[in-house]
């Protein structure tokens, strides 16, 4: 059997109730990247974004029950200056960045760089922190068209991580376009093996950045590799500030989503989406 991977976020911004807390995530769930780090003016992570609603020892505390499940947990970068730093500025990045590994306790780091520009450095960076820190962490890096833009990079940072993950789902472009942006994609960096299809519950469902569930479970049932969900916290009938929320119970995406993932045994054997 082939394994089929399930990334499902967690953002920091979210009160509970209604949005569940971290250790809610359920542990059929194989990656939750924290949502979300930033980069300050000294190169130095912030987890402001992070730690809205939770202090960072609460956090700390649910990532150790999370990974005595087996799942793995990452720290999400956010920052459009990923991509332009200089020597001075990534030492300092790589430093702060090999801390947060410790002190967190995280499993790995999902590189978010948008907009994404031309780059001659990112790429170098990605491998510069991945042989700063211990032997097995993984890297993820989310993509959306934009990066068509810029296929030579693209295809490197594909080589530096793990997994690309689409978020093409702001507005959500419908099943078809979805499937041929994948496709391209897939040219790019050389086929389906690390293309994780992504998915929104961001609500409301009339808003555009919502995929429909019945969308959601064809892409988990037909995707390759797997399917990211953006995110647990939104993942509720009604979200904290009382205009957004999928309408459906809570919980109901990741259910469908792992749902969607379990029809069949070989991925290899499904064609590349659907």
Do not use: H
């Not at 029950?65 to 956010?78: C, D, E, H, P, Y």
């Amino acid at each position: 059997m082939i394994s089929r991977i399930f990334v499902n976020y967690w953002i920091g911004q979210e009160t509970s109730p209604p949005s569940p807390t971290l250790d809610q995530m359920p542990g059929y769930v194989d990656i939750v990247p924290l949502a979300f780090a930033t980069v300050d003016s000294n190169s130095q992570l912030d987890f402001g974004f992070l730690t809205q609603t939770f202090p960072a020892e609460q956090i700390q505390v649910w990532i150790k029950t999370l990974r005595a499940r087996g799942t793995k947990v990452l720290m999400s970068i956010i920052d459009a200056g990923l991509g332009s730093m200089s020597p001075t500025q990534q030492n300092a990045f790589i430093q702060s960045v090999v801390e947060c590994v410790e002190t967190w306790g995280v499993d790995g780091i999902d590189f978010d760089y948008e907009p994404p520009q031309a780059s001659d450095t990112l790429v170098p960076l990605i491998q510069a922190v991945r042989a700063a820190l211990p032997e097995g962490m993984i890297f993820t890096a989310p993509i959306y068209f934009p990066w068509l833009s810029v296929p030579t990079l693209l295809a490197g940072v594909a080589g530096a991580v793990d997994y690309v993950m689409t978020m093409d789902y702001t507005p959500y472009p419908g099943w078809q376009s979805t499937n041929d942006l994948c496709s391209q994609y897939a040219k790019i960096i050389g086929g389906w093996s690390k293309l994780i299809v992504g998915v929104s519950c961001m609500g409301p469902p009339d808003s555009g950045d919502f995929t429909p569930i019945g969308d959601a479970f064809l892409f988990a049932s037909t995707a390759q590799k797997g399917v990211m969900l953006y995110t647990f916290s939104y993942d509720v009938t009604s979200r904290n500030d009382g205009t957004s929320g999928t309408g459906l119970p809570d919980g109901e995406f990741t259910r469908k989503i792992i749902e969607g993932l379990s029809l069949i045994a070989d991925p290899s054997a499904a064609p590349p989406l659907g």
